[in-house]
């Protein structure tokens, strides 16, 4: 059968509740609000493991920061992968089900590897400062569960990119692949492109995490400043790791798809060197130029991530596969309950959020 014909037929045939380009626009937003994340926990979780290690000083006194905190980036991270991946299971049905037909037991897996990397972080918080051993040896733990997890997720999703080899892996060897055990795809480039920034992302987190607390009356200036120096630092080198994979990824990308010639590509080149040149600007004034940090990261993971998904509709288009010819059965009542909700919980989370922010400066609220 032809391809085309088969990935189309796969699609829901009770539509969509609404329209394509809203699910893919949202898929966009959560998906790069999911990877900041996941970029903040490896990156704590790695630095933690060093102040750990170093086992005095500073360098142990941040490590007791970012042990308290990666429980709850990595809670919010899961969260917030849940999002894109109902949008993905949305418009993307039939790339992401037979990936997952494929590879069912790696997707078992993945789960375990995410409950295992958040209790063995738990474990480290709790029990590192009384049993420094067990606590590097959960964060080690916890580092690992995190990376498989990852290359777990990333493997599915490029399974999910090459239909014109599904019938080759699912029967290519003469037996029928039906263990669910198959691992294919797997591109160091693309992966390190999406991890490297764990590193540029923590040393955001350390610039701005003295930024707030500098204000903060009675503070360790020295500390603090320590605390800004090392994140700038440790910035500017993962920039360069970062922009590495970048051109790696690239090279990976098969040359039949001419993504070099694609508006896709050329935006997302500009937005990371104007982010480059920027976060350097940023990192030689860490104390003060913290928050346009943060800022910049956000917006260049998110002009990533609509490349990202210009790169899936060119892996897809030889297929006639478009979110846009997706069928639509407009469906109001499930729309307006889905942004009321939305909306409802932004409005929510803004206030416990902004009385912590500045409570944590020791301000009134
Ligand atoms: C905790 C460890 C996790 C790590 C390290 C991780 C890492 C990643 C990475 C690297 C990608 C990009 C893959 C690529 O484009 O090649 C990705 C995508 C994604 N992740 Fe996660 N992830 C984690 C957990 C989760 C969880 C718990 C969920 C959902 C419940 C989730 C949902 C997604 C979705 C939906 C995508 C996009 C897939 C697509 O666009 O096809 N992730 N993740």
């Known amino acids: ?56 000083g500073y360098p142990l006194r ?71 051993r067990w606590g590097l040896k959960a964060c080690l733990f916890s580092i690992a569960a995190v990376v ?35 691992f294919h795809g797997f591109s160091i480039g693309r992966f390190g492109h999406f991890m490297a920034p764990a590193l540029v992302n923590v040393g955001i987190l350390l610039m701005l995490y003295a930024w707030y607390f500098a204000r903060r009356p009675g503070s360790d200036r020295d500390y603090l400043e320590w605390t800004a120096i090392l994140g700038a630092g440790i910035m500017r080198l993962a920039l360069v790791v970062q922009m590495a994979f970048g051109f790696w990824w690239f090279f990976e990308i098969p040359g039949e798809l001419n993504f070099l010639a694609h508006p896709a590509f050329h935006f997302g080149l500009l937005v990371a060197l104007i982010a480059i040149g920027l976060l350097f600007w940023i990192s030689y004034r860490p104390l003060e130029r913290a928050p346009w940090a943060a800022l910049t990261s956000i917006v260049t993971v998110l002009a990533m991530g609509v490349t990202r998904e210009a790169l899936r509709m060119v892996y897809l288009k030889p297929f006639d596969y478009s979110i846009y010819q997706y069928p639509v059965q407009l469906d109001w009542g499930s729309t307006l309950l889905f942004l009321a909700t939305f909306v409802g919980g932004l409005v929510v989370m803004a206030y416990p959020l902004m009385i912590a922010f500045k409570s944590g400066r020791g301000e009134q609220v």
């Open 1 to 56: 059968m032809d391809m085309s014909v088969f990935i189309n037929s796969l699609r829901d045939p009770m539509g969509l509740p609404f329209y394509p380009v809203v699910f893919q626009g949202l898929m966009v937003l959560t998906f790069a609000l999911h990877i900041v994340m996941i970029n903040l926990v490896v990156g704590s979780l790695l630095l933690a493991l060093w102040g750990r290690f170093s086992g005095k």
């Open 62 to 132: 941040l490590a007791h920061a970012l042990a308290r905190g990666v429980t709850v980036i990595l809670s919010v991270a899961i969260v917030l992968g849940v999002a894109p991946l109902l949008f993905v299971q949305t418009i993307y049905d039939p790339l992401w089900y037979s990936a997952n037909l494929l590879s069912a037991w790696w997707a078992m897996v993945f789960l375990l590897l995410v409950t295992l990397a958040f209790l063995a972080a738990y474990v480290f918080y709790l029990r590192s400062a009384e049993q420094p």
């Open 148 to 182: 498989g997890a990852g290359t777990i997720m990333h493997m599915l999703h490029m399974e999910g990119l090459q239909p014109q080899s599904w019938a080759g892996w699912f029967s290519g060897s003469g037996e029928l692949a039906t263990s669910g055990w198959a």
